[in-house]
Every structure is written in structure tokens, then in C-alpha cells.
């Protein structure tokens, strides 16, 4: 598929939102590749689902569910020089909080299709045969005058005893979680008036193939112009990248992480979103495959990195991580 400049994403967004006609749009991490469709329910090259809603063939959905293998992992020594680098970083005072992420090589029983059929998440895209995400994170919604964020940081596996209790009494998910909520504060009063948080650290639960887990959230909500309410590349664009999977303060920190992190994300942790013609839905792209030039398999995953974070604990958080949804 051909893809478009940042700039033009951004002047088709607030010109199709000014005049209420529905799109898909979807941009990678580094704001370079993008893409905007509006004929969003046209099945193409890019399978979307925002919801229940969206373009995807009832009739794609066959056969096994696919199953995922790890054929190579970073191995700990490099997460440890990476981690160093970081660590570095924020003992500086370049960050208070950054997420560190890598990729793992992957074997997938089933094609990305397959993935994109068979997974269970709010959110859905399939770039051909490139890329696929299954994503439970939202970015931001802008419906009837607001715009509101929800940002997710901070797991545990479900099945731990009293999982939810130690969740949200663990000192280091918590501190993380209110940096990232203050960081979207902040984020949102760039775009948007009387920002406030009305719900902050609510619990919901994620089924994955490898076990269910436990994650916290919040939602941050403000006021948009009059008449301005539809500028959808002038509001989400200035927000990118997304806060909860970069950091505090954010340019500091994303320079941070292209210092410290081995691979390029590519799409993974990019944004894509839907407008039906009322409501703006978009999500941040975690939990995903992506394919290299080489053919090989890689799903990224990765987490949020404080000065007192533990080397050995953020690397097994790392790879915990590599799951595909049910």
C-alpha cells in the first residue's frame, strides 16, 4: 500500500473530520510511515477492528487458532547494557520514567491473518502480511466536545494470590502509573481545557494464551474549542508519541530510549484510530507481530523503567510479555 507524510496525515484528518466522513488512520512510532483510509470499511490491504466495529471479512475467520514459539530471545547480557544505558539516563536526570522495550524473534504457527482472526483485544490491525496487533490500550477518544486518555501501566499475572491487592499496594507500579497519568495531564493541556483525571487506577483484566493478568488504568478527560472539536490532526498528532509507552518528561525520554534500545519499534507502539463520523476511537499498538525485511518474526514487548527498577525483574517482565490473545 502507499503510505503518506505526517503532514498530510494530519490535513486529511481535520479535513475529514470537518466534514464528518469516517476513516482509519495509523501512524508508527516514529511518525514516518502513516496511512489514512476513507473508505474504512472496504477490505484492502490493512484489516482493522475498533470495538466490533470494522472491515474484516466474516469469512477470514477458519482453522486452528495459531500458536507462538520463541526462536530467539535477547539474550540478558545486551537487556543489561541496554538497561545500563537507560539506567544512566535517568540517574542524570534526563527522565523520571522510561519504557524500555526489544524485540523477540518469534515462529508463528498460523499466518498474521490468522493472528488478526483468532485474537481477542479491543483493538485490531493487520498491515498485509507485515505487521499485526491486538492491542487492549487505548490512546485517546474525542466524542461530543472532549477528549479523554486512558493510559495502562502496571501488570501482574492474575493468577498470583491475592493479585489485584498487591497490584495496587506495589509501590513501583504506582509511582510509574501517576508519572504516566501526569505526563497525559499535561499531554491533554496542550489540546484541551479544564483537564481533569475522574478515574484514576481501576483494575481490568486481560485473558492472553499464556495466562490472564491484572492491569491498571486511568482515564484523563478535558474540553476542546467550540468549532474545533473535529480538528483530529491538530488535537492527537501534537500527542505522539503516546506517553505511556515513552515517558516523563517526553522528548528527554525518547531521545533517552533511541540511546538505549537495540532495534527500531517500527510500528509497535505507533497509534491508529477509527472516526464512524461522531466518535474518534484510537489505540496505542502494543501486543503485536511484526515482520523484518529478512522474513523473520519479532514481537516486541517491554515496560516502564525507574531509577530503583531491577535489572533481572524488568527483563523476565520483558519476556513474560510475548503472548498472543485468546
Known amino acids: 500500500m502507499d503510505f503518506i507524510s ?14 464528518g466522513v469516517p476513516f482509519v488512520w495509523g501512524t508508527d512510532y516514529a511518525c514516518r510511515r502513516c496511512f489514512l483510509i476513507d473508505e474504512p470499511l472496504e477490505a484492502g490491504d490493512i484489516l482493522w477492528e475498533v470495538r466490533g466495529a470494522g472491515n474484516a471479512p466474516a469469512e477470514g475467520h477458519a482453522g486452528d487458532a495459531p500458536t ?5 530471545r535477547v539474550d540478558y547480557a545486551t537487556y543489561s547494557r541496554m538497561f545500563a544505558t537507560l539506567r544512566a539516563g535517568l540517574i542524570r536526570g534526563d527522565s523520571f520514567l522510561a519504557n524500555l522495550t526489544a524485540p523477540t524473534e518469534v515462529v508463528c504457527s498460523g499466518s498474521l491473518k490468522d493472528v488478526f482472526y483468532h485474537s481477542r483485544a479491543p483493538f485490531k490491525l493487520l498491515i498485509a502480511d507485515d505487521f499485526v496487533c491486538f492491542s487492549p490500550e487505548p490512546f485517546v ?14 501488570t501482574i499475572d ?33 489540546v484541551a481545557a479544564n483537564v481533569t483525571v475522574p478515574r484514576l ?3 481490568e483484566r486481560i485473558a492472553t494464551s499464556v495466562r490472564d493478568i491484572l492491569q491498571t488504568s486511568s482515564q484523563i478527560r478535558g474540553e476542546l474549542a467550540p468549532r474545533r472539536h473535529n480538528d483530529f490532526g491538530d488535537i492527537i498528532l501534537p500527542l505522539l508519541p503516546a506517553g505511556s509507552i515513552t515517558g ?22 505507533g497509534v491508529f484510530g477509527y472516526f464512524d463520523g461522531h466518535v474518534m476511537q484510537s489505540a496505542v499498538m502494543i501486543r503485536c507481530l511484526q515482520r523484518a525485511e529478512d522474513g523473520r518474526l519479532y514481537f516486541h514487548s517491554g515496560g516502564g523503567v525507574t531509577v530503583n527498577s531491577d535489572c533481572r ?11 498472543l490473545t485468546k
Not at 497519568?181 to 493541556?189: E, F, P
Open 68 to 72: 507462538l514459539s520463541i526462536a530467539k
Open 248 to 269: 516523563a518528561p517526553k522528548q528527554a525520554t525518547v531521545d533517552l530510549i533511541a540511546r538505549s534500545e537495540i532495534a527500531p519499534r517500527g510500528w509497535y507502539t
Open 141 to 154: 477518544e474525542i466524542s461530543d466536545g472532549y477528549i479523554s486518555a486512558f493510559p495502562m501501566k502496571g
Open 6 to 19: 505526517f503532514d498530510e496525515l494530519r490535513l486529511r484528518m481535520n479535513a475529514l473530520g470537518r466534514a
Open 201 to 203: 487506577r481501576y483494575v
Open 313 to 323: 525483574e524488568e527483563y523476565e517482565e520483558l519476556l513474560t510479555k510475548v503472548y
Open 158 to 190: 492474575a493468577n498470583v494470590d491475592d493479585a489485584e491487592r498487591r497490584l495496587m499496594e506495589n509501590f513501583k507500579e504506582t509511582c510509574e502509573h501517576h508519572t504516566i497519568v501526569d505526563l497525559l495531564r499535561n499531554d491533554l493541556a496542550m
